[in-house]
Nanobody, 120 residues
């Protein structure tokens, strides 16, 4: 099985910055894609950013130019650097990891979620 440990959420004023991190552990053979999603109250979960093992990235339109996703393959860890935060970024942020377990089985795992609150 795969365990995901998220950290870095919290309360920040508009215009501020936060960094989220998510570390994956377990019987992992390889990780293909790591990403962050978010869900605000009354809204559907949406993609924030994702990064492949090769370093290709994609971002939700609302965060382009403000957020940056990166990963440390050696540590099976993904980071989300969030700058110029806005009140509308307030949500629970979930880590998502897709890969292959040992011996060979695909997996998709979700983190427990971390709250990000941006005050105006």
């Amino acid at each position: 099985q795969v365990q995901l440990v998220e950290s870095g959420g919290g309360l920040v004023q508009a215009g501020g910055s936060l960094r989220l991190s998510c570390a994956a552990s377990g019987s992992i053979f390889s990780i293909n894609r790591m990403g962050w999603y978010r869900q605000a109250p009354g809204k559907q979960r949406e993609l924030v950013a994702a990064i492949t093992s090769g370093g290709s990235t994609n971002y939700g339109d609302s965060v382009k130019g403000r957020f940056t996703i990166s990963r440390d393959n050696a540590k099976n860890t993904v980071y989300l650097h969030m700058n110029s935060l806005k009140p509308e970024d307030t949500a629970v942020y979930y880590c998502n990891v897709m890969g292959t377990l040992r011996p060979r089985a695909d997996f998709v795992s979700w983190g427990q979620g971390t709250q990000v609150t941006v005050s105006s």
